[in-house]
């Protein structure tokens, strides 16, 4: 049997986690800090708790440059959650201010006061039927099942995917931005949308955003924060690999189990002004009579960020390992901090795919050139007979694991990680080598 040191696991998630955080994780479950107990075993209200939670969120906002205007949820549901927290969340701040913005109208109109509600509330079902619109990007499958979601939810007459980028039932390239049908701004005549979705690096189709769009900067100036776009990221496989501009972003959210720690745990990145006291929660009674959908009381932002996100019981090993991972990081990176490992992970992904493009009769990377995943790379073994499956089997023989295509696309995905070392990254090429040698 292979030991620990003879495998590189390249799977997509869960993924590899570093083995000195699985060492000290082994000794923090039998007996966390000389408490006589393990971790998963004490209190998410104690104070180990409390200090769990403080370092991992100093953690990541040191490694992301998180501005001191947001706020870090740790929330559990995954990345599958948040597709369905977005949408009841981001539409009750939908709602609370165009309600705010009516009432204030109809009290300078001189309504008398007694009248106001009602007047508000018939306002704004009209609104709600006519201009409560929800933006999707659909870049890959992930971003596709949570525009399916939103319309899931709130009706698929309220979700606008403004660019679909299927070609032939793949997901291939990102389309122009000239292209994209978003809704018109408030700035260009329009009334804006709710939202404006995008998933950052698609797992599944191996397709990720060079950068960030430029049609969706924030315009910046003056203006009130109404109406630039609330920007949503799932940035679930990628977060961690590369710089980012928190404020671009009104919700970030990212799934632990690639890049961050174990399964269980999904971290959520949120501009304070879309919480209380800023942005009130509207009323229950006000959503049921609008006839939209009202958050589980788990997936309700407000309440998460009230409660230090102890709710209800949080997993704190999990926030302990994915603490640990992040300081692993901080330890390596030094004052680089992300920066550092998108230089690593760039690295890995331009060996790998030097040596397919190398290759090309042997192997056919399947997206684009100009939106290849650094941290998914997919791509499928040409020739006759079960020749990806001798493939993989190759791989596994030299201790290369994890490296099979997601079920609904097949082919051959390379999880790119930053657990994996270039160490890795440079086995795995060696093979890439062999294989397209011994071929001919």
Not at 423 to 436: F, N, P, V
């Amino acid at each position: 049997m292979p030991s620990r040191s003879d495998i590189f696991y390249w799977g997509a998630g869960p993924a590899a986690l570093p083995t000195s955080v699985l060492e000290s994780a082994a000794k923090a479950l039998l007996d966390y800090e000389s408490t006589g107990i393990g971790l998963a075993e004490h209190s998410h209200r104690s104070p180990i708790a409390n200090q769990v939670l403080k370092d991992t969120k100093t953690h990541l906002k040191t490694l992301l440059d998180v501005p001191d205007d947001y706020d870090i949820l740790f929330m559990q549901a995954g990345g599958s959650g948040e597709f369905s927290a977005v949408i009841y969340n981001l539409v009750g701040v939908w709602v609370e201010r165009r309600w705010r913005r009516a009432e204030k109208e109809f009290l300078e109109q001189g309504i008398p006061t007694d009248q106001v509600e009602g007047k508000v509330l018939e306002r704004l079902k009209a609104e709600v039927a006519k201009e409560l619109t929800l933006d999707y990007l659909v870049t890959g499958s992930w971003s596709l099942k949570a525009s399916q979601e939103a319309a899931r939810l709130i009706g698929p007459e309220h979700v606008n995917v403004a660019t679909d980028s299927r070609e032939d039932g793949k997901f291939l390239r990102i389309p122009a931005e000239t292209t994209w049908k978003l809704t018109p701004s408030k700035r260009d005549g329009g009334h804006g949308a709710a939202l404006v979705y995008y998933c950052d690096n698609e797992t599944v189709d191996g397709v990720e955003f060079p950068s960030f769009p430029k049609v969706l900067e924030p315009h910046g100036g003056e203006g009130p924060e109404e109406e630039e776009p609330l920007v949503i990221a799932d940035m679930s496989s990628n977060i961690l690999s590369r710089r980012v501009n928190v404020k671009n972003h009104a919700v970030i959210f990212a799934g632990a189990q690639k890049n961050v720690g174990t399964t269980g745990l999904t971290l959520v990145i949120i501009r304070k002004s879309l919480l209380p006291p800023a942005t009130a929660s509207p009323p229950p009674a006000l959503m049921r009579a609008l006839g939209l959908p009202l958050a589980p009381i788990v997936l309700d932002y407000a309440t998460i960020a009230k409660n230090n996100s102890l709710y209800n019981t949080l997993s704190i090993f999990d926030v302990w390992v994915a603490g640990q991972v992040m300081g692993g990081l901080l330890a390596t990176h030094g004052e680089k901090r992300v920066s550092g490992m998108q230089e690593i992970a760039d690295a890995k992904a331009s060996v790998l795919y030097g040596r397919l493009d190398k290759w090309d009769k042997i192997y056919h990377v399947v997206p684009d050139k100009s939106v290849r995943s650094r941290m998914n790379l997919c791509f499928r073994v040409l020739g006759d007979g079960d020749v990806e499956n001798e493939w993989l089997k190759g791989a596994e023989e030299r201790g290369l694991l994890g490296l099979k295509g997601h079920r609904s696309v097949g082919g051959i995905r390379i999880s790119n990680y930053n657990s994996i070392p270039i160490e890795g990254a440079e086995k795995l090429a060696k093979y890439l080598d062999e294989y397209a040698e011994s071929r001919g």
